[in-house]
């Protein structure tokens, strides 16, 4: 070990032998992983060694204020875990099917399952019968939780779904008539099966297991330790969907932070800018299209946000002029970004304290415990600095693999633990890790290869441009042009040929726009990413003509 940290380079994390990018981070302690530790036993130890009081708030309701302690957390998991247990007769390594809105009920109800080393399937409120029914024939559940709006998409399984808006889920959380009776859940055990987004091909059952997500709030806590000194707890906004990796994580992370959570049933800019205000919120999640927004004129006009202290971005690129755009707004305010996949459990690197925050468009170093490597996707050699190519990675939050897809798996995850991310990206001389985009979705101009989501920076920095997305648009003789689809400012009337002629101006000629149409809105995910794929289709309805400059 001594022999091969001599080739690691101090600045870059860059073994010059093995092609390898090691973690600059202080290393994290974590447990053999055979040893019997359950997520919510570890959030809960660190919670307790909190110097903030059981009486502190864990979850307010942003509409109707609803609070509740961390002591009435603890105490409505216990007897909803009861409940499950003797009643419903729930057992470990059952699988529970998830389908609800945020609510301040979903964090508990994550917990009491998990505590019974039940494997949680959390799943899309909005998405169709047919993709819940396709879901489903992945993990296969034996019993789902949904609200009185989402039943009626769900099958019938083993056992009668129950409704978490309901009084009945109330008394389950409230009324300890049942003694829990304590489940023995190893590290390895499996504990969640989360669906990825679906957007580069099938839908896939992530199978991650309770190691990863400990690994995981380790590795977070370290972080926040290095950057975050409070004397009281964090007040965080909760935007992002408890279905998704990141705010089923963030259930968990912010129990073993002691942090006091707002949550927002759906994400909404007025009642997000309301809710900062009324709740004194210091810390809130954002996704990159929401962050450019708040960077332009009259966005935050008529609330106060001087509470606020950092944002955290992740879900896509951010572009160097929207983050510059966004410190000269709110120069007080820190913008941390990361990057993760659901495969990872989440963030595998982060930025982290002021100076770090200050590197433009890098998405921060690797967490302690990963490696990662750059690979040419042509000749599969591993890269130095400062090269792209597709990011591989090794850690402990990598997922187990996709469940009942061994074809995906080993696709995806390949020799000695690495798995291949499918991103193009690359680590400057310093470590820094900056994404590029998709590779999958790399447009083909005459052999050069075009990053959407560099165009897209450059667009939504027009102060007309609300929102944008590109796409590759087939073409006889270059094969591949770029094509944007623009949402306007509200009162702007910017034209096709206005915009084709500003990005022009700051991109490399093979790199310009060819296409222009207008739209109302961009389709994304749940998780803000845009679904490139409804917009390709809808290219067959947009007529040739004024939009083409070829």
Same mark, same amino acid.
């Not at 279905?243 to 007025?270: C, N, P, Q, T």
């Not at 803000?528 to 390709?536: C, N």
């Given at each position: 070990?001594?022999?091969?940290?001599?080739?690691?380079?101090?600045?870059?994390?860059?073994?010059?032998?093995?092609?390898?990018?090691?973690?600059?981070?202080?290393?994290?302690?974590?447990?053999?992983?055979?040893?019997?530790?359950?997520?919510?036993?570890?959030?809960?130890?660190?919670?307790?060694?909190?110097?903030?009081?059981?009486?502190?708030?864990?979850?307010?309701?942003?509409?109707?204020?609803?609070?509740?302690?961390?002591?009435?957390?603890?105490?409505?998991?216990?007897?909803?875990?009861?409940?499950?247990?003797?009643?419903?007769?729930?057992?470990?390594?059952?699988?529970?099917?998830?389908?609800?809105?945020?609510?301040?009920?979903?964090?508990?109800?994550?917990?009491?399952?998990?505590?019974?080393?039940?494997?949680?399937?959390?799943?899309?409120?909005?998405?169709?019968?047919?993709?819940?029914?396709?879901?489903?024939?992945?993990?296969?559940?034996?019993?789902?939780?949904?609200?009185?709006?989402?039943?009626?998409?769900?099958?019938?399984?083993?056992?009668?779904?129950?409704?978490?808006?309901?009084?009945?889920?109330?008394?389950?959380?409230?009324?300890?008539?049942?003694?829990?009776?304590?489940?023995?859940?190893?590290?390895?055990?499996?504990?969640?099966?989360?669906?990825?987004?679906?957007?580069?091909?099938?839908?896939?059952?992530?199978?991650?297991?309770?190691?990863?997500?400990?690994?995981?709030?380790?590795?977070?806590?370290?972080?926040?330790?290095?950057?975050?000194?409070?004397?009281?707890?964090?007040?965080?906004?909760?935007?992002?969907?408890?279905?998704?990796?990141?705010?089923?994580?963030?259930?968990?992370?912010?129990?073993?932070?002691?942090?006091?959570?707002?949550?927002?049933?759906?994400?909404?800019?007025?009642?997000?800018?309301?809710?900062?205000?009324?709740?004194?919120?210091?810390?809130?999640?954002?996704?990159?299209?929401?962050?450019?927004?708040?960077?332009?004129?009259?966005?935050?006009?008529?609330?106060?946000?001087?509470?606020?202290?950092?944002?955290?971005?992740?879900?896509?690129?951010?572009?160097?002029?929207?983050?510059?755009?966004?410190?000269?707004?709110?120069?007080?305010?820190?913008?941390?970004?990361?990057?993760?996949?659901?495969?990872?459990?989440?963030?595998?690197?982060?930025?982290?304290?002021?100076?770090?925050?200050?590197?433009?468009?890098?998405?921060?170093?690797? +967490?302690?415990?990963? &490696? @990662?490597? /750059?690979? %040419?996707?042509?000749?599969?050699?591993?890269? =130095?600095?400062? #090269?792209?190519?597709?990011?591989?990675?090794?850690?402990?939050?990598?997922?187990?693999?996709?469940?009942?897809?061994?074809?995906?798996?080993?696709?995806?995850?390949?020799?000695?633990?690495?798995?291949?991310?499918?991103?193009?990206?690359?680590?400057?001389?310093?470590?820094?890790?900056?994404?590029?985009?998709?590779?999958?979705?790399?447009?083909?101009?005459?052999?050069?290869?075009?990053?959407?989501?560099?165009?897209?920076?450059?667009?939504?920095?027009?102060?007309?441009?609300?929102?944008?997305?590109?796409?590759?648009?087939?073409?006889?003789?270059?094969?591949?042009?770029?094509?944007?689809?623009?949402?306007?400012?509200?009162? +702007?009337?910017?034209? &096709? @040929?206005? /915009?084709? %002629?500003?990005?022009?101006?700051?991109?490399? =000629?093979?790199? #310009?726009?060819?296409?222009?149409?207008?739209?109302?809105?961009?389709?994304?995910?749940?998780?803000?990413?845009?679904?490139?794929?409804?917009?390709?289709?809808?290219?067959?309805?947009?007529?040739?003509?004024?939009?083409?400059?070829?």
């Amino acid at each position: 070990m001594e022999q091969r940290s001599l080739h690691i380079d101090p600045k870059s994390g860059f073994n010059s032998i093995t092609k390898t990018f090691h973690s600059l981070r202080s290393p994290v302690h974590l447990l053999p992983e055979n040893a019997f530790l359950s997520v919510p036993e570890y959030a809960f130890s660190l919670r307790a060694k909190s110097p903030w009081p059981d009486n502190s708030i864990a979850l307010v309701n942003s509409i109707t204020g609803q609070r509740i302690s961390y002591s009435e957390f603890g105490r409505r998991t216990k007897s909803l875990a009861a409940y499950l247990q003797k009643v419903t007769q729930l057992s470990k390594y059952d699988v529970a099917f998830v389908l609800s809105p945020n609510s301040i009920q979903v964090p508990i109800l994550y917990f009491s399952l998990l505590s019974l080393g039940v494997i949680v399937s959390p799943a899309n409120p909005v998405a169709t019968k047919s993709e819940i029914y396709g879901q489903i024939q992945l993990s296969k559940p034996v019993i789902a939780f949904a609200t009185s709006s989402t039943v009626d998409k769900l099958p019938k399984l083993k056992h009668q779904t129950i409704l978490i808006d309901s009084p009945e889920f109330e008394s389950m959380m409230v009324n300890s008539k049942h003694e829990f009776e304590e489940v023995k859940v190893r590290q390895s055990d499996l504990a969640a099966i989360m669906y990825s987004s679906g957007t580069t091909g099938k839908v896939k059952g992530v199978m991650l297991t309770h190691k990863n997500l400990i690994a995981q709030t380790v590795i977070t806590s370290a972080a926040w330790e290095m950057s975050e000194k409070r004397e009281s707890p964090s007040v965080m906004l909760f935007t992002p969907p408890y279905f998704h990796i990141f705010g089923f994580f963030y259930s968990i992370r912010s129990v073993a932070l002691s942090e006091k959570v707002v949550v927002m049933e759906r994400f909404d800019l007025k009642n997000m800018l309301k809710a900062v205000q009324e709740f004194s919120v210091t810390h809130v999640a954002l996704t990159p299209p929401v962050v450019v927004t708040l960077s332009k004129d009259g966005s935050t006009d008529g609330y106060d946000l001087r509470s606020l202290k950092t944002v955290l971005c992740g879900a896509a690129p951010l572009g160097k002029e929207a983050i510059a755009a966004f410190t000269a707004r709110f120069p007080k305010v820190m913008l941390v970004q990361g990057y993760g996949l659901t495969e990872t459990t989440a963030s595998v690197a982060r930025t982290v304290g002021p100076e770090e925050n200050r590197n433009r468009g890098s998405t921060g170093k690797l +967490s302690p415990g990963f &490696e @990662a490597k /750059i690979v %040419d996707p042509e000749t599969t050699e591993a890269l =130095p600095p400062c #090269k792209e190519g597709e990011l591989w990675i090794r850690g402990p939050t990598i997922m187990k693999g996709y469940v009942g897809d061994p074809e995906a798996t080993s696709a995806t995850l390949v020799s000695d633990g690495w798995m291949r991310t499918g991103d193009l990206c690359y680590f400057d001389n310093n470590g820094f890790l900056f994404i590029v985009d998709r590779l999958k979705e790399l447009i083909k101009y005459k052999g050069y290869q075009v990053a959407p989501a560099e165009l897209e920076q450059v667009l939504i920095s027009h102060p007309h441009v609300a929102d944008a997305a590109v796409i590759p648009y087939p073409d006889k003789e270059t094969g591949q042009v770029p094509m944007a689809f623009v949402v306007r400012q509200p009162q +702007s009337s910017i034209s &096709e @040929a206005e /915009i084709m %002629d500003f990005v022009a101006e700051q991109v490399a =000629p093979y790199k #310009k726009i060819r296409r222009v149409a207008f739209i109302n809105s961009i389709p994304k995910s749940a998780a803000g990413k845009i679904l490139r794929k409804e917009l390709i289709r809808k290219v067959v309805v947009v007529p040739p003509g004024s939009s083409s400059r070829l």
